[in-house]
């Protein structure tokens, strides 16, 4: 290894990979009409605007967003200010149910049971993705569901969600996770509106 690299190496240690992530905008209700679920309201996409505004001065590697409608919509409002991103839309990040990774908490029925193992996978198949993909010192954004970003902090850490204290989530909240190479990670920021004024929490 020359003198280089065993510096790169010695860097790395002391920078972690910080992932911003931000719940998309109010939806309305869901009337089942499309698979990719309902789009913002009017109070979402004013949302939107105002989390836009906030990320509008920081420089992001990557963009990563699920593929469902409130969450797309969300990234477009973003991406306004952030054009010249690679953006990967995943459904690995779709929120396919509402409920958290504790069934010894939820009396779960079997299909639920059979969703929650399934996000699981999927959240986990991003954990490794981000990981092999992005190099410490990099900020990637992701925007996604509130029960997406209270799994899958824990699992970024190597924990167990069901065993994490459970979040609570705004819409268009910023919460932001260091990632350390050495497989910790450290919660920077959850769950912070302050771009929002009251009435626009939700």
């Not at 190496?9 to 992932?19: C, G, R």
């Not at 920081?58 to 306004?80: G, M, P, V």
């Not at 929650?116 to 954990?127: G, S």
């Amino acid at each position: 290894m020359t003198k280089i690299e065993n510096k790169n190496k010695e860097i790395a240690k002391d920078v972690p990979l910080t992932v911003v992530f931000v719940r998309h905008g109010e939806a309305c209700k869901d009337d089942g009409a499309t698979d990719l679920g309902p789009a913002l309201s009017s109070l979402g996409e004013q949302q939107a605007a105002r989390v836009a505004k906030r990320l509008s001065e920081e420089t992001f590697n990557h963009i990563y967003s699920s593929d469902l409608a409130r969450a797309w919509q969300t990234t477009q409002f973003i991406l306004k200010y952030q054009g010249h991103l690679l953006w990967t839309v995943s459904s690995d990040l779709r929120e396919v149910s509402h409920h958290h990774f504790a069934p010894g908490h939820v009396p779960l029925i079997m299909s639920a049971r059979k969703n929650v193992r399934e996000e699981r996978l999927a959240l986990e198949r991003f954990v490794d993705l981000v990981r092999r993909t992005h190099v410490p010192g990099e900020k990637i954004l992701v925007v996604c569901h509130g029960n997406v970003i209270r799994s899958i902090v824990p699992l970024f850490a190597g924990r167990r969600p069901e065993k994490a204290v459970m979040m609570d989530i705004n819409n268009t909240a910023v919460t932001i996770l260091d990632v350390w190479a050495s497989g910790e990670a450290v919660l920077r920021l959850a769950n912070c509106t302050t771009h929002l004024i009251p009435k626009q929490i939700t």
